[in-house]
């Protein structure tokens, strides 16, 4: 049985029942926010987002004045795999030197422990999509969604979708050429399907193989759609060809990532029904690829009907993922200039919340203040998207969790030192 196609969902040990109330309530879902609402949290899932008072005999968490917001899901990055990029020891998002690709797992690398951690957390981010870095091959491997709750197990579902770049990246990896690129996803998928039909009679270590075992085998759940297929890919035609990789395969399930020149092809990709992950504030040509790269991009795409959701795609996805709720923040600022498209409040906010949900085909699940959700709930100080807001309070699963970080911690320790407080080492 694929763990991918399966919620990974456990009830936590320590999981409140709370209502949290009087807040300005965000559904998360691009919908209007409730003023004064009711968020009732039971056994680690959402119960209901009322208009009334709370129930009796229920804790109460008093948000009066204050924005209570699903938790933000981060839509792109490798926390968890990495603390420092230059330090090999603790950089876990690359393998080329594997001589597998596509059955790579990130599951095992994940560490709660990290510094990064709990930094993300302290911003309001509840849980988060983790992508593998670069392999030997075309296949990345397979991602993970986390949560960042201060527990030892992140999981909230391993394997949950394979990685593939596609454009420059997958050029120089596939030969040289676009056109060698496509013509090896092509031979690999149906390698893969071939293994699938008849396992005993694959080989997967002939010289004509593309695939070992292990990697057809990881595919196999790409081409019958219990994995998601992540994707991505930047130039406008390049969209257009990976588009129609689905009348080949039609039963895999895909999401575009980076799209850089996706608002030139946004209803070819909104006539797909393929959501879309992409950098907000990409708007320089800093490769021949994304030479249509606008800030104006996600916003040209929601008008067309796109399904998009942001990420810190390659930009400080590991140590700033608090850049999220900025980068939102920019899509609103866009409607006031001129010329510029960009999203209301409520469908930026979607943006980091329910839209990566819904990428990664979790919809109804995480990222939305409705029944049967996560408990993930933030309380802000004020409206989310402002750089001046901050994180009161954050749940995860129903569990009430420490923001203090390590900066905090040092800031704290160093900011008024006491006299024999710290070693003698640090006397000058």
């Not at 599951?107 to 957390?121: C, K, M, N, Q, T």
């Not at 609103?332 to 980091?352: C, E, H, K, M, Y």
């Amino acid at each position: 049985m694929c763990l991918a196609g399966l919620a990974f969902f456990t009830t936590p040990a320590f999981a409140q029942d709370v209502a949290i109330t009087g807040g300005k309530v965000i559904i998360g879902d691009g919908s209007a926010p409730l003023e004064g609402a009711t968020v009732i949290v039971r056994g680690g899932k959402v119960a209901s987002v009322t208009q009334g008072g709370a129930p009796a005999g229920l804790p109460v968490v008093d948000a009066s004045g204050k924005w209570v917001t699903p938790g933000i899901v981060a839509g792109f990055s490798r926390i968890g795999l990495m603390e420092v990029e230059a330090v090999s020891q603790v950089n876990d998002m690359s393998a080329p030197r594997s001589p597998f690709t596509a059955a790579i797992d990130v599951s095992p690398a994940l560490s709660p422990f990290g510094i990064p951690v709990p930094y993300a957390r302290s911003a309001g981010i509840t849980r988060a999509l983790v992508f593998p870095g670069s392999s030997s091959g075309l296949f990345s491997g397979q991602g993970a969604v986390v949560d960042l709750g201060n527990d030892n197990n992140m999981l909230t579902r391993p394997r949950a979708f394979q990685y593939v770049e596609f454009g420059e990246s997958g050029a120089r990896k596939a030969g040289g050429s676009r056109s060698a690129t496509f013509l090896t996803f092509r031979a690999m998928l149906q390698e893969a399907r071939d293994y699938a039909r008849n396992p005993a009679a694959y080989d997967g270590r002939s010289k004509d193989s593309m695939l070992l075992r292990a990697d057809a085998e990881a595919l196999g759940q790409v081409i019958n759609g219990n994995q998601r297929l992540m994707v991505k890919v930047n130039a406008a035609n390049d969209i257009l060809q990976v588009l129609r990789l689905k009348q080949d395969f039609p039963a895999i399930k895909m999401t575009l990532v980076g799209a850089s020149e996706g608002w030139r092809v946004a209803r070819e990709i909104a006539a797909a029904g393929t959501p879309v992950i992409a950098s907000a504030v990409r708007d320089l040509p800093d490769d021949f690829e994304a030479r249509g790269a606008t800030q104006s991009n996600i916003g040209r795409m929601r008008a067309a009907g796109v399904k998009v959701a942001i990420g810190q795609i390659d930009d400080e996805e590991t140590l700033r993922m608090n850049y999220t709720t900025q980068y939102a923040g920019n899509l609103v600022a866009l409607t006031r200039v001129p010329g510029a498209s960009g999203l209301s409040w409520d469908q930026a906010f979607a943006t980091i919340s329910s839209g990566p949900a819904e990428a990664v085909g979790m919809a109804g699940q995480l990222g939305v203040l409705k029944g049967g959700a996560v408990g993930d709930v933030v309380i802000w100080s004020g409206d989310p998207l402002e750089l001046s807001s901050h994180a009161e309070k954050v749940f995860i699963d129903g569990v009430e969790q420490p923001l203090q970080t390590r900066q905090q911690r040092l800031r704290d320790r160093y900011r008024n030192p006491t006299e024999g407080a710290l070693p003698k080492a640090y006397d000058w």
